[in-house]
Each structure stands twice: as structure tokens, then as C-alpha cells.
């Protein structure tokens, strides 16, 4: 299953933040497992008014996993674009991305998850 991208809703049933990232650290987990080389999370950006709490959570928590060595990167939607070093990087680890239909979208509602 090498170079495939999973794609995870971590927006299903409206979890709370804890929630959503209990759940995203499981679904890294288990994507790491199955030899992923990338993740695509769907986490909203915050239109239903709550601020995007899950998105901004996610990505601070990523940073520190980032930190750690825990991931090799992660891309923020609005910036997963072929105009980005870290995308272009993204590719040669995911080829697959080439095709994600958010590239060039600039969807803040997603992140893309490097392992």
C-alpha cells in the first residue's frame, strides 16, 4: 500500500476537539500500519461558527508530532499548492497527491498528513 494517500473524516459526528484528536492520532496510527505514505484529514475550517477548533487543534498538535519526528511534515489545505516547496516534496513521497482534487483548491477544511 505504499505511496497511497488515506483519506479520513475526522469531521463525522460532530466530535468535540478531544475527540477529534484521539481519533486522528488513531487514524495515523493505523495509516502508518498499513504502509500510507500520506493522510488527508478532513477536519472544517469553522463555517458552522464554532471557529474551527479541530482545525487549528490538529495542526498545533501536528506541529509538535512534526517536532518529535512523529510525522515527516504536514500541509495546511491553503497552502497545497504545486507553487509550495512542501508540496512538491509531498510528491515524491506520495506521488498520488498529483491527483488529489484539492490541490490547487486551496481548502483550508483539509490538512495532508506526510508520514
Do not use: W
Request: glycine fraction near 12%; charge should be positive.
Amino acid at each position: 500500500m505504499k505511496n497511497n494517500v488515506r483519506i479520513v473524516n475526522l469531521e463525522i459526528g460532530k466530535p468535540t476537539v478531544e475527540q477529534g484528536l484521539r481519533r486522528m492520532n488513531g487514524e495515523l496510527s493505523t495509516s502508518r500500519r498499513m504502509g500510507c505514505s500520506a493522510v488527508k484529514l478532513i477536519h472544517g475550517y469553522g463555517s458552522s461558527g464554532q471557529g474551527g477548533k479541530l482545525r487549528i487543534s490538529a495542526r498545533q498538535a501536528l506541529e509538535g508530532m512534526k517536532k518529535k519526528g512523529q510525522i515527516k511534515d504536514y500541509l495546511p489545505g491553503e497552502t497545497f499548492t504545486i507553487f509550495e516547496t512542501a508540496t512538491l516534496s509531498a510528491f515524491s513521497v506520495a506521488p498520488a497527491l498529483r491527483k488529489d482534487p484539492d490541490l490547487e483548491r486551496y481548502n483550508n477544511g483539509i490538512t495532508i498528513v506526510i508520514l
